[in-house]
């Protein structure tokens, strides 16, 4: 016995971190839509135009953002797409870099150059007096998704910073201590109507990158205490926010990990989330038609979960707030998979062994193991390492009803498989287990 019990701990994974109250049902969730939606939608050359074509500030706002017009904005039609992909919550941008407010904001300095008009989508556009932030809150609320915010810490437009554009990034440096005190004031401004007027569930922060790689975008006007204080300003006013370690990053600050475009070998140290685009682009690009397959994105959806992390998947509406028709097939086909499956997603965590299986991915649950079965074995069984507790039945997630046989030995157990899989992006085996597997 005590031979088998130091064993057996080896092969399993590490134990999992506590999840604070506040955070459970994102952690619980797993799959939440990203929405980049600014003024650079209209140009539709990508959320970085102004940046990589060298924009003068006036130029932008004269020949872009004063033309940026989402009048077939659909909150609806958007809140049903992530509802039928399966995701839980949705994260629209507010600001972008480029400084644009997508809601009619009352802060004075978020100006356009001339300083005469808000720089906002309700006071620089033809578009009107409409809230789209409020009608995609309100469809968010109808459908039971959570509704939540990003906001950029930079601001390309903002006259407390002098923006300079080198070698297709653009630095944004304080004109003096007294324009970074006035900004942060404002920003902080900002972010209290933000809240006070969406009551977001979690705040996703970008733009904070003071030390990204040796090129300090921020001019290290953006340091760890302010990161630290704004959190401590959110949180006052809303205990229950969850925000993101983008605050200023790599810091260990917020609430949760944000690697990005990246999936990490194993699970981190506390909880985190990929934010992926399906194509290349963040922000609508017209250029950009190289999508990823249902199955690339299935797959690596159930990666991502197994490791212990949330996936948060881009869409970038176009100018006229519709959603490019590559878009909507791509989530509409993740959720035909998701109608099936969304139960080896939701509320599930990472993968109870720490080597990963050469046919695919392991989620699990209480009483519940999913194998993720990627590559069909062509002996026709499927091997797991032994579980904690008894097994008390194996079935295809899609064929509850269908028992498969099974054996359990020497640390093993060995599943009969049908010939084929039955889906071929990814067949979940599912074994109820007497307790944790
Ligand atoms: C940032 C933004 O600049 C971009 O426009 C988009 O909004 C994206 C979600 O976030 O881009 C980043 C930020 C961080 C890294 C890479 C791109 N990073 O840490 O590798």
């Given at each position: 016995?005590?031979?088998l019990?130091?064993v057996v701990p080896s092969f399993r994974a590490n134990a999992q971190?506590?999840?604070?109250?506040?955070?459970?049902?994102?952690?619980?969730?797993?799959?939440?839509?990203?929405?980049?939606?600014?003024?650079?939608?209209?140009?539709?050359?990508?959320?970085?135009?102004?940046?990589?074509?060298?924009?003068?500030?006036?130029?932008?706002?004269?020949?872009?953002?004063?033309?940026?017009?989402?009048?077939?904005?659909?909150?609806?039609?958007?809140?049903?797409?992530?509802?039928?992909?399966?995701?839980?919550?949705?994260?629209?941008?507010?600001?972008?870099?480029?400084?644009?407010?997508?809601?009619?904001?009352?802060?004075?300095?978020?100006?356009?150059?001339?300083?005469?008009?808000?720089?906002?989508?309700?006071?620089?556009?033809?578009?009107?007096?409409?809230?789209?932030?409020?009608?995609?809150?309100?469809?968010?609320?109808?459908?039971?998704?959570?509704?939540?915010?990003?906001?950029?810490?930079?601001?390309?437009?903002?006259?407390?910073?002098?923006?300079?554009?080198?070698?297709?990034?653009?630095?944004?440096?304080?004109?003096?201590?007294?324009?970074?005190?006035?900004?942060?004031?404002?920003?902080?401004?900002?972010?209290?109507?933000?809240?006070?007027?969406?009551?977001?569930?979690?705040?996703?922060?970008?733009?904070?990158?003071?030390?990204?790689?040796?090129?300090?975008?921020?001019?290290?006007?953006?340091?760890?205490?302010?990161?630290?204080?704004?959190?401590?300003?959110?949180?006052?006013?809303?205990?229950?926010?969850?925000?993101?370690?983008?605050?200023?990053?790599?810091?260990?600050?917020?609430?949760?990990?944000?690697?990005?475009?990246?999936?990490?070998d194993a699970p981190?140290?506390?909880?985190?989330?990929?934010?992926?685009?399906?194509?290349?682009?963040?922000?609508?690009?017209?250029?950009?038609?190289?999508?990823?397959?249902?199955?690339?994105?299935?797959?690596?959806?159930v990666k991502?979960v197994s490791r212990d992390?949330?996936?948060?998947?881009?869409?970038?509406?176009?100018?006229?707030?519709?959603?490019?028709?590559?878009?909507?097939?791509?989530?509409?086909?993740?959720?035909?998979?998701?109608?099936?499956?969304?139960?080896s997603?939701?509320?599930t965590t990472r993968s109870p062994f720490k080597t990963e299986p050469a046919w695919g991915f392991y989620t699990k649950k209480?009483?519940k193991l999913f194998a993720h079965v990627f590559?069909?074995?062509?002996?026709?069984?499927l091997s797991i390492p032994a579980l904690k507790n008894?097994i008390?039945?194996?079935?295809?997630?899609?064929?509850?009803?269908?028992?498969?046989?099974?054996?359990v030995?020497d640390g093993k157990v060995q599943i009969?498989?049908?010939?084929?899989?039955?889906?071929?992006?990814?067949?979940v085996v599912v074994l109820?287990v007497?307790g944790a597997p």
């Amino acid at each position: 016995w005590m031979i088998l019990m130091g064993v057996v701990p080896s092969f399993r994974a590490n134990a999992q971190y506590h999840i604070p109250q506040k955070l459970k049902w994102w952690y619980n969730d797993r799959f939440g839509m990203f929405i980049h939606f600014g003024s650079y939608s209209f140009l539709a050359h990508g959320e970085w135009a102004f940046s990589i074509e060298h924009w003068k500030k006036a130029d932008y706002q004269q020949q872009v953002s004063s033309h940026f017009n989402p009048s077939k904005f659909d909150a609806n039609e958007i809140v049903q797409l992530a509802k039928d992909a399966g995701m839980k919550y949705i994260v629209i941008t507010a600001k972008h870099h480029e400084g644009f407010s997508m809601w009619d904001t009352k802060v004075k300095s978020f100006k356009d150059v001339t300083g005469k008009k808000k720089y906002s989508l309700q006071r620089f556009t033809p578009f009107g007096k409409r809230d789209v932030l409020m009608e995609l809150k309100k469809a968010c609320d109808a459908a039971g998704i959570k509704f939540c915010l990003y906001y950029s810490i930079l601001d390309w437009s903002h006259s407390s910073q002098e923006i300079s554009h080198i070698n297709g990034s653009t630095y944004s440096t304080m004109k003096s201590d007294e324009a970074r005190t006035a900004y942060i004031r404002d920003m902080k401004a900002q972010l209290k109507e933000l809240i006070d007027r969406y009551h977001p569930a979690s705040l996703w922060f970008d733009g904070d990158w003071t030390y990204n790689a040796g090129q300090p975008t921020l001019e290290k006007w953006w340091t760890k205490s302010d990161g630290v204080n704004l959190y401590n300003y959110l949180i006052k006013l809303d205990p229950n926010l969850v925000v993101n370690e983008r605050v200023c990053r790599s810091f260990g600050l917020g609430d949760y990990e944000c690697p990005e475009q990246k999936v990490p070998d194993a699970p981190l140290s506390r909880p985190w989330e990929t934010c992926q685009t399906i194509n290349h682009s963040w922000g609508y690009n017209k250029n950009d038609h190289d999508y990823k397959s249902t199955k690339a994105l299935i797959q690596k959806l159930v990666k991502v979960v197994s490791r212990d992390g949330n996936y948060l998947l881009n869409i970038g509406p176009k100018g006229d707030g519709t959603v490019p028709e590559q878009t909507a097939d791509s989530l509409k086909a993740i959720g035909k998979w998701m109608a099936v499956y969304g139960e080896s997603i939701y509320g599930t965590t990472r993968s109870p062994f720490k080597t990963e299986p050469a046919w695919g991915f392991y989620t699990k649950k209480e009483g519940k193991l999913f194998a993720h079965v990627f590559a069909w074995p062509q002996n026709g069984v499927l091997s797991i390492p032994a579980l904690k507790n008894s097994i008390t039945k194996v079935y295809l997630m899609g064929d509850p009803d269908k028992a498969l046989d099974y054996s359990v030995k020497d640390g093993k157990v060995q599943i009969s498989l049908p010939t084929n899989a039955p889906d071929g992006d990814d067949s979940v085996v599912v074994l109820d287990v007497a307790g944790a597997p």
